[in-house]
Structures are given as C-alpha cells and as structure tokens.
C-alpha cells in the first residue's frame, strides 16, 4: 500500500490526526531516565560514579560527561514516549538533529528509536530537512525512505532550495518504497518568510511557486484516499496562509509544526482537513515530550510525566476532532 | 583562529585552491578495497566466503551482503584518497549522504574519516546542507561544528529555504567554536534556477537575496584575511552568475561545486579568486575520487587507481594556479 494511504488508514483508524514530534533535549529530560541510565552505565562499566541529581553542572564537575549516557537516554525517554501515545496517534516524527548533535553514537540511538516506533505500529515521518542533488539526493532517499532501507522511515521532510531535479529523486524512491516526502512549502517561523514570502515578477510568492510544484506532484502520486504521496510542510502559526495553501493544493497532505509552543492551536490548523477528516497531520514536539514543563500540564509535576505527555497527547486528538 | 583564516592559510602554504570532495560510491570503488575489506570481514568472523570478483549482482548470488562490508570499504577508501591528496590540497568535503546512505554504521564510518582527515592536517568541510529552525539548527550546529564538537567539522554547508532565524544559530555556533558554515546561493545543478533564478518584485533574484543577506553576515564575521566565517556555495557551471555575485560578495569565500564532472573548468572560476588567489575553494569529488574511470585518466587503469587520483589532483592544483 502506498505511504498516504497508509497514512490515511492510519488517521482514521486512530481517530486522531496528531503527529508526535519526537526532540530529545538532554537538559528536559525527567531526572529518573537519566539516573536508569547512568546505572546501566555503572553496572556495565563496573565504575562506581558520584552522581549528584539535580545540576547538569555540578554533574560535570563529579567527572560524569553527559555524552556517556545521552544516547541510552534518548533512547529510553523516546521509547517511553512512544509506549504512550502508540495507542492515541497514526505517526511520529523523530527530529534527526537532536541525535545527530551526539554524534555517531546518537545516529545509532536513531536507528533504535525509528526501528522501536515501527515495532508499535506507528508510521515513521523523519524530520531531516534532507536536500542534494542528482545522485546525491538518491543516496539520502535510499538510505533513509521505506521499510526496507538502512533507516527504515515511512516518509522523510525536504528542502527544495535546490530546485526541482533536486527534489526528484526523493520523489522517485518514495513511490518505489511505499514511501512518502514532505516538502517545506510555508514554515512555522517567523524567518521562514524571508525567501518563501517574496513576490516573483509573475505574481506567486515563492511559497506559493514551491506549493504549486509540490501540489503537480502530489497529483501525480495520488493514492486511493485522494491525496499524494508528496506532501507539503506548512506551518500552523500562518492560518490565513495554511487556508489559501490548501484551496491551492487540494490533493497535498499537509504536515502542519508551529502547533502549541509556536503559538498554533486547533482553531489556526481547522481549514487543513476536508470533510472526511482528511488531509493534514498535526506535529507537536516540545508540548507533549515536555507536558509537564507546560503551564497546562505543571500540576503533574516531574515525577508523574508519563501521566502528563498522556493528557497533553488525549487532549490534542480531542482538540483536533471538534 | 577563525575558520577563514585558518582555510586562507591552508589555501596559501599548499599553495592550491582545490576542496577534494570526499563521494564513495560503493559500486565504482576498487575491488581491491573491497576484496582487502571482505577479507577482514571473514578473518573477523571466522566465515570463508565464496567470493565472486568482478560483479556486485554475482555477490548477492553468492551470500554476499554489500551492507556489511560498505562501511569499512567507504573508510579505507577515504583514508586512501585523504593520504594521496594531503600534500597537495588544504581540505576535503565529506559527503554525508553517502554514508547516511548505509544506516547508523555509515555514521561510524564518516565520525572516522572526518577524524582521519584532521589527523592529516586537513580541513574539513562538511557537505551536509543541513537546515532547521530555532534551537534545532543550534542542535546541528554544536553537534558538527568546531574540533570540540562530536563530529568535529571545521565548516559546515547550509540550506537557506527556512530564512535568517534558521541560518543564525549556524552563524552563532560557527563564530563561536572557530569554524565556518557554507551557504547555498547558486548552485551548480541545472533544476537549481527553479527558485533561485526567480525575479521578485525589488529586482533581484532569489540567490540575490540570499547572496546579499550571505555577504551582510560575512562582513559581520569578517577576519583577518578580509573573507568572512560565513561564505557561499556558487556552481563552477554558471560562470556569468560566479563573476556577478563575485562583485555583489566581496567579502564572501565561495565553495564552487560543478567542477570536472559537471562541466566547470578553470576558466569558469577565475572570476571567483582575488589577486593574491584567495577568495574561494573549488570541489572536484568524482573527477578525483574517480579519475580512473574518466576520459583523462583511463590509461592509469583500476590497478593504478592511486596514480590516477595523484595525478587528477596535481593537474587541478596546477590547473587553478594558473
């Protein structure tokens, strides 16, 4: 089956059209992750540490070095977070610099946190902003797009500064793989519009050249459900312009960020779907890894964290089903 | 020292101005490398493989997977080239896809050869075009850049789609950890008009734009040698567009791609380099990496492959002198 129809089965199976980003920031991370982990380490490495709990620098200063120990945790805390929203959610969407900021050994962490989200049952969307050219490009699509391929993502996020032969061979190995492709089109920040929102000499913004490529794509990919296995990357925090993007790009599925700490709610996201509840997913990172940092979710507290990303994670599917 | 001045240096005491692109391509490696790699994979695993010499397809047939020996046979072969050109060039440009392309070991191996490159007294440029907003750019940006970094690039090179908030935390890290960060203005793949070549209403083009806002952030990261931290990637293969933004970026390196393989010449970058002969690096991957599979450099043969990659390289060092 094609990724957007998988996609779509898999939204309306849920009933929820939320997608969890998945941003292990080392420094948020609940204290009892980091204190399983670091006891995995001693165990393993047969070294005894002086671990004191609160203080990432005073943790410095008793020898321990964070790169030791934030691979396994990432690990750990995405594992968690995935046990609990597999049930509510279709897809989650990994942010690659988060681990590849640990090096090779967060790449591997990757690889683990991908296969892991797989083993539930929910689509994989990477967040790599991936781009190249020719060859290049196809050796980005082929290592990460499809269950078959060393990464083993469901769909993979570009950029299309490079233009259109840039762009297809991640659109050629998508459709080979049962894959899909994001393209950025309209980004939830507020420098996104200093290329995207430009007018051209023809009258279409550069958002709108890029919506226009990505929309003759999708055609051209188009599943069962309508929509194309080349999607668009159009920010929540934009309403009026996400509105005009969708009349725009009637068969694009879009993958809205900006929901929650970027200022985008429920209300701002609304004309993404059609009347089958189709046609967008909603990314929320920080707001549901961090529930319990949030001003909504605080009153759990760290020590019930996990009962905080669930509550945050049922109240989003909620807020998007009205 | 800052990056630039630090590649200015490197530029001057080679005397040469040629970026070695480091592209390995796991079918035009040489078997040589590949039969050395199998073999310490058989020696490691204590398994005698039947191995087949000549095609990749016969290999499968035989129980011979390519994914377990890639990684070591990318390594040799990096290490191989980086030892031939060392003398003679001031840095080389790992290409992350192709080692993302093998999954998390592909990772390994490209944390060894950025290693082994510095080892060799070399800069390295990164060729990652990475891209993203907000606290997740700066999360590529600690994780790659500078020697203390985990991947310990000495630059960078960016995507600017997402627009300046998603370029500055690049720029900030850079400044900060001595390294550089490379652009995408104008480059060198005939789709890459689509967007960039686009007028807007004040008259400029879009890599205008970006070319203006690339030589702004130059001049505030100017150093010692008059270029500044942040540079530009312009394409050897629109020689008219190099010599405008030459004049438009009088502070700006550029890393010229599109050389050799793509069609540049060293007539199509002269425009690029200032009357001491600094002012940019020109990348040659396959052109080196490859060279015995070029016209120039068949007669070398596969046995001679390290002859032909020696001589590929001189003659382009000499070639830009001039």
């Not at 945790?73 to 929203?85: A, E, Q, Y």
């Not at 083993?119 to 060859?135: A, E, H, Q, S």
């Not at 003759?216 to 009026?240: E, F, H, I, R, W």
């Not at 985008?264 to 967008?280: H, N, Q």
Request: glycine share 10%; with cysteine; hydrophobic share 40%.
């Amino acid at each position: 089956m094609s990724f957007i129809d998988k996609l779509a089965a898999a939204v309306e199976k849920k009933g929820s059209s939320v997608l969890v980003g998945l941003d292990p920031r080392f420094e948020w991370i609940p204290e009892s992750i980091k204190q399983s982990s670091l006891k995995d380490l001693n165990d393993f490495s047969g070294q005894l540490m002086n671990l004191r709990t609160h203080e990432d620098t005073d943790r410095k200063d008793a020898g321990f070095d964070i790169s030791e120990i934030a691979p396994t945790v990432f690990c750990d805390f995405c594992r968690d977070i995935i046990d609990i929203v597999a049930p509510y959610v279709p897809c989650v969407k990994p942010q690659m610099a988060f681990f590849e900021q640990l090096g090779s050994d967060g790449m591997v962490a990757l690889d683990d946190v991908i296969q892991y989200a797989r083993d539930c049952g929910l689509l994989v969307i990477l967040d790599g902003k991936r781009n190249d050219i020719g060859t290049t490009a196809a050796a980005y699509a082929k290592g990460l797009l499809g269950e078959e391929s060393p990464w083993g993502a469901d769909a993979l996020t570009v950029s299309p500064y490079l233009g259109d032969d840039s762009l297809d061979p991640f659109i050629q190995t998508a459709v080979e793989q049962d894959a899909g492709v994001f393209v950025l089109v309209k980004t939830s920040n507020p420098g996104g519009g200093m290329i995207q929102n430009l007018e051209t000499t023809d009258g279409r913004k550069i958002y709108e050249v890029v919506g226009d490529f990505v929309q003759s794509k999708a055609l051209q990919t188009v599943g069962q459900c309508g929509y194309g296995n080349v999607g668009a990357v159009v920010g929540a925090t934009y309403p009026k312009e996400l509105a005009e993007l969708r009349q725009r790009m009637p068969n694009t599925w879009f993958l809205i960020p900006g929901f929650g700490a970027q200022g985008g709610s429920a209300e701002s996201v609304k004309a993404a779907f059609d009347e089958k509840g189709l046609g967008a997913v909603v990314n929320n990172s920080r707001g549901i890894n961090f529930a319990w940092r949030t001003k909504a979710y605080e009153s759990f507290g760290e020590e019930k964290w996990k009962d905080a990303v669930l509550a945050a994670t049922k109240d989003m599917c909620n807020a998007l089903r009205n």
